[in-house]
C-alpha cells in the first residue's frame, strides 16, 4: 500500500489512474469502517483511503480528547490488510482546518483523478463541518463521480461506532468491543 502525504499529493502530478475513495478520522478501523474499505476495494479503481495523521478532535479539543482506539501505525496495518492500494496522510493544521469542505472535495478529486467515492451517513468535513454526505452527493453529481453515501452497519439495534467502541472498553465489555471492531481487541 502506497502512503502518500496530503500536501506532495496535491503538489504533484494528478494521478492518471482513476480511483475509488473513502474518508474519515477511522479511529479503530471498526465494522463500519470495513464496509466502507470493502465497498472502495472492490471497485474497478484504484482504492485509497483519506485520514488523518493526528485526530482533528485532538486539534480542537485537546484538554478533553481521550485519544485514539489504536495509533497510525495499526491504522495503516489494517488498511493495508483490507487491500487498499492508497492511504492519504493528512496533517491537520489551523490552515487545514478553514478549507471548506467542497474546496477539499474537488482539490482531492482531481489530485487522485476521483471516480467513486463512499462515505457514511454521518460524514461531515471542511471549515465548521460545512459540508455534509448530501453535499457530496451533489458534488459527485455535477463532476462525473458515482457517489455512495453507506448507511450504518448496525449491532444490538445501535451504529457500530468508534464513541461505542470507546465506552465499552471503558466499561470493561470486551467482547462488545470486540464485536464491534470485528476483531480481537488484542489488536490494539
Known amino acids: 500500500m502506497d502512503i502518500i502525504n496530503w500536501d506532495g499529493l496535491i503538489k504533484g502530478e494528478p494521478w492518471t489512474e482513476q480511483s475509488a475513495v473513502t474518508i474519515g478520522v477511522f479511529d479503530g478501523i471498526h465494522r463500519g469502517h470495513r464496509a466502507l474499505i470493502d465497498r472502495i476495494t472492490s471497485s474497478p479503481y484504484r482504492s485509497a483511503a483519506v485520514t488523518f495523521r493526528v485526530s482533528p478532535r485532538q486539534f480542537f479539543h485537546s484538554a478533553s480528547y481521550q485519544g485514539d482506539i489504536i495509533g497510525l501505525k495499526r491504522k495503516l496495518e489494517l488498511f493495508a490488510e483490507a487491500g487498499l492500494d492508497a492511504c492519504v496522510l493528512i496533517d491537520f493544521s489551523e ?94
Open 95 to 188: 490552515d487545514f482546518s478553514r478549507m471548506t469542505g467542497r474546496a477539499f472535495i474537488r482539490r482531492l478529486s482531481r489530485a487522485v483523478n476521483m471516480r467513486y467515492i463512499v462515505v457514511g451517513t454521518d460524514f461531515h468535513c471542511g471549515y465548521r463541518n460545512d459540508t455534509d454526505a448530501t453535499a457530496i452527493k451533489q458534488f459527485a453529481a455535477v463532476s462525473g463521480i458515482v457517489a455512495e453515501v453507506a448507511p450504518p452497519v448496525m449491532e444490538g439495534g445501535l451504529p457500530v461506532s468508534s464513541s461505542r467502541i470507546r465506552h465499552a472498553l471503558a466499561s470493561g465489555d470486551y467482547g462488545l468491543a470486540a464485536s464491534l471492531l470485528g476483531r480481537g481487541i488484542e489488536c490494539l
